[in-house]
């Protein structure tokens, strides 16, 4: 089971309760012609659900080595879905991260393994890869959504997706007032079709 840090006790029972790793995230309007971005692949898994039940072409986004190593392999013998060794932000910049599993962060630099790693600006991305439309984009970077979404909808790019599933998280500072510009500037073009509260929430093109 994937644990949510900071726990929020109501939405996480809520989540369990309702299934929402193995049904909601999962359940989408997808076909093979869909073109799906997994923004923090981490081992391959959510990337390969979705794959095996629509057949989408599916980016994978994943900066820490030896986890885009173990996605790489897994998916060798796959061609539509796209392993990338970096991850995606506002520019185009090399960081820190903390290797602690799925939780690995640039925020928290406090265990004692960390890598340099390369995270490119999500409009370079887009334009390098000729995407003009995505039908998903999940978002899952440990803090680094924040500082995406903010460059996701001040480029424009938010028209051209149909589908946005985020995680944020609380560790980030002014997290909540950044959690509401996005949301604000998000709902003129979208809306939220369903939300557990600091857990997942997702986006629907109006």
């Known amino acids: 089971m994937t644990f949510y840090e900071p726990l929020d006790t109501d939405a996480f029972h809520n989540w369990c309760a309702d299934n929402g790793d193995t049904v909601l995230r999962l359940d989408?309007?997808?076909?093979?012609?869909?073109?799906?971005?997994?923004?923090?692949g981490y081992t391959g898994q959510w990337a390969f659900d979705?794959?095996?039940?629509?057949?989408?072409?599916?980016?994978?986004?994943e900066p820490v080595?030896?986890?885009?190593?173990g996605i790489v392999v897994r998916?060798?013998?796959?061609?539509r879905v796209i392993p990338l060794h970096y991850g995606l932000s506002d520019k185009t910049?090399?960081?820190?991260?903390?290797i602690n599993g799925d939780s690995s962060s640039t925020y928290d630099l406090q265990h004692s393994e960390t890598e340099t790693i390369l995270c490119k600006d999500v409009v370079e991305f887009f334009d390098e890869h000729?995407?003009?439309?995505?039908?998903?984009?999940k978002i899952n970077i440990e803090g680094g959504e924040y500082d995406l979404?903010?460059?996701?909808?001040?480029?424009?790019?938010?028209?051209?997706?149909?589908n946005f599933q985020i995680q944020y998280h609380r560790f980030v500072?002014?997290?909540a007032a950044r959690r509401k510009d996005i949301t604000d500037a998000l709902s003129k073009t979208h809306k939220r079709s369903w939300n557990y509260e600091w857990v997942w929430e997702n986006w629907e093109l109006k």
Not at 93 to 98: A, D, G, M, N
């Open 28 to 40: 989408y309007k997808l076909n093979k012609n869909s073109v799906v971005i997994d923004a923090g």
């Open 75 to 79: 998916f060798a013998q796959n061609p």
């Open 149 to 162: 979404m903010e460059r996701v909808i001040s480029s424009g790019l938010h028209h051209k997706v149909s």
């Open 173 to 175: 500072p002014d997290c």
């Open 93 to 98: 910049h090399e960081l820190q991260i903390s």
């Open 130 to 137: 000729n995407i003009d439309t995505v039908a998903l984009m």
């Open 65 to 69: 080595s030896s986890l885009y190593d």
């Open 50 to 61: 979705i794959n095996s039940r629509y057949g989408s072409i599916v980016f994978v986004l």
